[in-house]
């Protein structure tokens, strides 16, 4: 097991969404008992079996890098944060379903790490539509992941689920949403399962057969210069 091939994968997005507790979920199948804040980050390890049950089949590590939440908008928050960023092969970015401003956050979270080398001094947020493009040029394979979705009132989940729906379309990343004390939203066979499966296959299709697949690399020079987002 020691000889496998490994991917880097970042776990980003606000303090207190529950990244510890999905880190722990992913790798260990069970809930994290006694989660705390996260200093600086931690990593975990999965086990994938990429294109499970076909002749090319064959297993591989999957670190996943949980860096701690906070946005503050210090240079020195940031610059420490970007040592996490290097060699990244792909992102799940994270969300707590019941607090609609840690969705908004997760473009300059994911702006952040996709330009790291830039430094980028933050993300204007007002109301109304944000520029969709920001995000198509992009070649990390990006998965959205919404928690807590135990904790959303029956009467508001078709519309929470609606806007998470847009967000992650922006994102051209798949969706999952789930409650993060509980394993059987990711019950083998189940949808959410298979979706978590593509997407780590598609990070080792990028790392390991393709040529640009090798590290984490910002967008291209003509989206560097930011552009103002918009939320609802």
């Not at 076909?54 to 970007?82: C, M």
């Not at 840690?102 to 520029?131: F, H, M």
């Not at 083998?188 to 057969?209: C, P, T």
């Amino acid at each position: 097991m020691a000889s496998l091939d490994r991917v880097k994968v970042l776990v980003l997005g606000d303090s207190g969404v529950g990244k510890s507790s999905l880190v722990h979920l992913l790798c260990h199948n069970q809930a994290l008992g006694n989660p705390s804040w996260t200093v600086g980050c931690s990593v975990d390890v999965r086990v994938h079996d990429y294109k499970e049950g076909t002749p090319d089949e064959k297993t591989y590590y999957t670190e996943l890098w949980d860096v701690g939440g906070s946005i503050g908008s210090a240079s020195s928050v940031k610059s420490t944060r970007a040592v996490f960023y290097n060699f990244v092969n792909g992102i799940i970015l994270v969300h707590d379903l019941t607090n609609k401003k840690s969705s908004q956050n997760l473009c300059r979270w994911s702006i952040e790490a996709l330009n790291k080398d830039l430094s980028p001094t933050g993300v204007i947020v007002t109301n109304g539509d944000y520029d969709r493009e920001q995000f198509a040029e992009n070649q990390v394979p990006l998965l959205v992941i919404g928690t807590k979705f135990d904790q959303i009132p029956e009467n508001k989940r078709n519309e929470v689920l609606t806007r998470t729906a847009f967000l992650a379309e922006d994102f051209n990343a798949e969706e999952i949403n789930l409650d993060c004390t509980n394993p059987r939203y990711l019950a083998a066979g189940s949808s959410n399962a298979v979706k978590l499966s593509r997407f780590f296959d598609k990070v080792i299709e990028k790392r390991y057969f393709t040529r640009d697949g090798n590290q984490l690399g910002g967008f291209s020079d003509r989206k560097r210069n930011f552009k103002t987002l918009h939320y609802d």
